[in-house]
């Protein structure tokens, strides 16, 4: 079983920067993507931007230039660097991992961590 903690979420005011951390353990598997996600209250959580095994990113159009996924493969962690923050990126973050098992893919969600934006 896949275990996803995040850290690093907490209260900023406008133009500040957060980084967020997520620490996947739970014994030897092969990730195939992480990403985050964020959810204001209300509303759907939407993709904040996901990085590949390759090392790609991508993001959202509301964050791109601001924010930047990283991953260090060797501790099984995904940051999200977030930048010139602004108060419409309040909400609810989590990170999502893509896992490839034996018998296919699987999803595992982390509990999610609270980021707050002042203006």
């Known amino acids: 079983q896949v275990q996803l903690v995040e850290t690093g979420g907490g209260l900023v005011q406008a133009g500040g920067s957060l980084r967020l951390s997520c620490a996947a353990s739970?014994?030897?598997?092969?990730?195939?993507?992480m990403s985050w996600y964020r959810q204001a209250p209300g509303k759907e959580r939407d993709l904040v931007g996901q990085i590949i095994r390759d090392g790609s990113a991508g993001y959202a159009d509301s964050v791109k230039g601001r924010f930047t996924i990283s991953r260090d493969y060797a501790k099984n962690t995904v940051y999200l660097q977030m930048n010139s923050l602004k108060p419409e990126d309040t909400g609810v973050y989590y990170c999502?991992?893509?896992?490839?098992?034996?018998?296919?893919?699987?999803?595992?969600w982390g509990q999610g961590t609270q980021v707050t934006v002042s203006s």
């Open positions: 999502n991992a893509v896992v490839r098992h034996p018998i296919g893919l699987r999803g595992y």
């Open positions: 739970g014994g030897s598997f092969m990730i195939d993507s």
